[in-house]
């Protein structure tokens, strides 16, 4: 089975066209020459424009610059518009200016990356999960330049690109030919985006051998070893670091034709896809994996899926798909794309989305084009550009459609096109008209019959045929077909409840392929146009109780949904308060919104209430008095509050990031308020004795000396701050807290810092 080239496709008008021609108005408003101004200056050359802020000078520069040459050159292919194609022509010339300059075959905006690459050279490898050489997960961001000339190529068909994507690989096997296997995999402790999958798909176009070797060496043992023993170790991974490094095992082994690492990125695939994903199709808890038998914290954290990953489980779906046509395959492929991303770009006032809060109640933060330059514009840039990748492929002369999404096919090497008009979200009224420009022709159209859909009917020019799917989910419908032939197919969608994976009493509802979700207010919006903070893309705003949130007392529950509007795919949902609408989840913008309900039955309601009353007052109070908190071991909070330290370490407990240190580490958090009145830790047992001395702003707080708490369990060590440390806040609101290990041993395994109000 083969897809069709991206420029095959065209989309007509609808949800998914608004979405489209948002990134396109995104892009855009984007400076090429801001984009670029990193790559100018670590080549030596003189500024043409300042650099944009926010990540794109703290550290991740010119990661965007690649994504734009990958999003200028997908949406031309999806758009044919030759401005697009002119932005990433320019793009590459001033690129090649840059790697002329420094000569070596390097190309990148890394803050003084020549200094970190001669490093590496010389064997000099520290590395830690988000660093190496205390650099900015330098490997992630030249992996955005190298998929960007890759993308060009492909899209575009500039040659210029692929020799300079050439020149690059060649940099980089040259460095790394110094380097010991332990030196590499020490590396691979980093996160490096999508270099394997690069290399691989470079040796396809370069049939070099040295470029496969090298998407293998990418190989990350500490996460294949456990996928190829069909172990899940994904616990407290950050999530969007292990994802690519699956897609590229996927593609290495469609390269070398290497049948243990399809394995495993199928194994990969199940796992992330069947056990740790919402119904949207997103996963991850504050950019991590959380455990996948409790979901607990998808419920309670503001930090819900991030749009980055679900953009690479799709590119992940898409090639195991092709590869081996599965019906679980294309449905996660459907419903990740028509809920999770599609929800991720406002239509209107063209902005992405980073995390996709589950807590009910909760809203999402848009970017803006002039301010906000986090991972998840980048891959949004790229995102909707993507949608008519899957809508049809071709087995042959034989041709399938997969989604029903409003769109068009151009297939001149067959003499066919075909017009899909169909009604969003759940296919209604789907119609398929074919033109075949050299006459009739004998072939057969697969129609898939989706996962979701309680009944299928198909009629050709309006008599009924069969409609029984095979083995791989779809409708066979064989004939000598002739220009005007029209194929009519009814969908009867199904409503259902998804209870989460855990098992836990919380469901969501989806009609069809759309999830459902109420809009509950727009209230306490903070930030919902991001700034240019380095943590905008977070929804900030107030926590609403989840105990306000109403109960479906429904048996099964969804009994409790009652047909509204079926044109709009609108619901009534009967709860213990009163009716709540429901509407499409990818439809709400610029408001609180509920996805997950809790249930319960009418004898079990009072207890389920009380559990929820429990969980606010733990969650929802704490954060209520909570000035500042930084998630220690997590990259971006560490980030954003100063880390600093020596002879510590990042790991996990179970699902939850933590540090400790033999040295010490610390953070600098803030309260503008003035009210900071107690420092708050949760830690975790390690079941050894600990001692370290806590001090904030130079001043003594505590010092922890014990036999410690039971290994695995969590603990609270809390003190009041006195009034020397809050004198010295006055002036700025700045708390400098430290933890240091008292000699021979070791601080605590820390998971939180809090600073609380009265």
């Given amino acids: 089975m083969e897809a069709f080239a991206l420029d095959r496709t065209r989309l007509l008008d609808g949800p998914f066209l608004r979405a489209q021609d948002a990134c396109v108005a995104y892009l855009s408003e984007l400076d090429p020459d801001r984009l670029l101004a990193p790559f100018r200056r670590e080549a030596g050359l003189p500024p043409v424009a300042k650099s944009y802020g926010n990540w794109e000078s703290g550290g991740l520069d010119g990661h965007i610059g690649g994504h734009y040459l990958s999003a200028a050159s997908l949406l031309y292919a999806a758009t044919g518009r030759p401005e697009l194609k002119d932005r990433a022509a320019y793009v590459v010339e001033r690129l090649a200016e840059c790697q002329d300059a420094l000569g070596t075959g390097y190309l990148g905006g890394v803050p003084r990356g020549a200094e970190l690459w001669d490093r590496l050279a010389a064997g000099e490898v520290t590395a830690s999960g988000f660093a190496l050489d205390d650099r900015w997960v330098p490997l992630y961001n030249l992996h955005k330049t190298f998929a960007g000339l890759l993308d060009t190529h492909r899209y575009t068909g500039d040659e210029r690109a692929l020799r300079m994507a050439v020149r690059f690989a060649d940099w980089w096997l040259g460095l790394a030919a110094g380097l010991s296997d332990d030196g590499f995999e020490e590396i691979l402790a980093t996160e490096f985006g999508g270099m394997n999958e690069s290399f691989a798909e470079l040796a396809a176009r370069t049939g070099r051998a040295d470029h496969l070797a090298m998407a293998r060496r990418f190989s990350h043992r500490a996460l294949l070893d456990p996928a190829l023993a069909g172990r899940d170790a994904l616990d407290g991974l950050h999530a969007n670091t292990q994802i690519p490094k699956a897609v590229g095992w996927q593609r290495t082994a469609e390269v070398a034709g290497d049948p243990e690492l399809a394995r495993a990125a199928a194994f990969f695939f199940e796992r992330v896809a069947g056990h740790r994903s919402v119904s949207v199709g997103g996963n991850s808890v504050g950019e991590h994996f959380h455990s996948a038998t409790d979901y607990t914290r998808v419920i309670e ?177 064989t004939r000598r077909w002739a220009d005007g032939d029209r194929v009519t197919v009814e969908l ?145 909070p560490e980030t954003e509050h100063d880390f600093d330290g020596a002879d510590t370490r990042a790991g996990a407990t179970g699902d939850r990031r933590c540090r400790s240190a033999t040295g010490w580490f610390g953070y600098t958090l803030r309260d503008a308020s003035g009210e900071a009145a107690e420092l708050s830790l949760t830690c975790v047992g390690t079941g050894d004795r600990r001692a370290c001395q806590i001090t904030v702003n130079g001043h003594p707080l505590a010092a922890v000396d014990g036999s410690g708490a039971p290994e695995g369990t969590f603990y609270e060590l809390s003190r009041p701050l006195t009034d020397a440390m809050r004198a010295a806040a006055a002036a700025d609101g700045r708390f400098e807290v430290r933890l240091t290990a008292a000699p021979g041993s070791a601080t605590p395994e820390v998971h939180l810092v809090r600073l609380l109000r009265r």
């Fill in 301 to 477: 954290d503001r930090e819900g899926p991030e749009t980055c990953n679900t953009a690479n489980m799709l590119k992940l779906a898409r090639m195991l798909f092709l590869a081996a046509p599965r019906p679980e395959l294309i449905d996660f492929y459907e419903r990740a794309t028509f809920n999770h991303v599609l929800s991720s770009v406002h239509p209107d006032r063209p902005g992405f989305v980073y995390f996709t809060p589950m807590r009910p109640a909760h809203y999402r933060v848009y970017s803006s084009p002039q301010h906000c330059f986090w991972c998840c514009v980048g891959t949004g840039l790229e995102n909707h550009a993507r949608y008519g990748e899957l809508i049809y492929t071709h087995d042959g002369d034989d041709l399938a459609v997969h989604l029903y999404l409003p769109s068009t096919l151009d297939w001149p090497e067959r003499g066919l096109t075909l017009t899909q008009r169909a009604g969003f979200p759940d296919g209604r009224e789907i119609s398929l008209d074919l033109g075949l420009t050299t006459g009739p022709r004998e072939f057969t159209l697969r129609l898939r019959r989706p996962a979701w859909a309680a009944a299928m009917t198909v009629a050709v020019n309006g008599s009924p045929v069969p409609a029984e799917p095979g083995p791989d989910g779809r409708v066979p419908v």
């Fill in 492 to 636: 009867a969608a199904a409503t259902v409840a998804e209870p989460l994976p855990d098992g836990s009493p919380w469901v969501s509802f989806r009609h069809g392929p759309a999830v459902l979700a109420a809009r509950a207010g727009t209230h306490g919006l903070d930030g919902l146009v991001a700034d240019d903070s380095r943590m905008g893309h977070v929804a900030a705003g107030p926590l609403h109780a989840l105990a306000g949130v109403p109960v479906v007392t429904a048996d099964p529950p969804a009994s409790a949904l009652k047909p509204l509007d079926a044109e709009a795919g609108t619901f009534l949902l009967d709860t213990d308060t009163e009716p709540v609408v429901l509407e499409p989840f990818a439809g709400i913008h610029d408001a609180r919104y509920t996805v997950y309900w809790s249930t319960a039955t009418p004898e079990t309601l009072q207890r389920r209430r009380a559990e929820l009353r429990r969980a606010d007052e733990t969650g929802l109070r704490l954060d209520e008095r909570t000035a500042d908190k930084v998630a220690a071991g997590e990259q971006q």
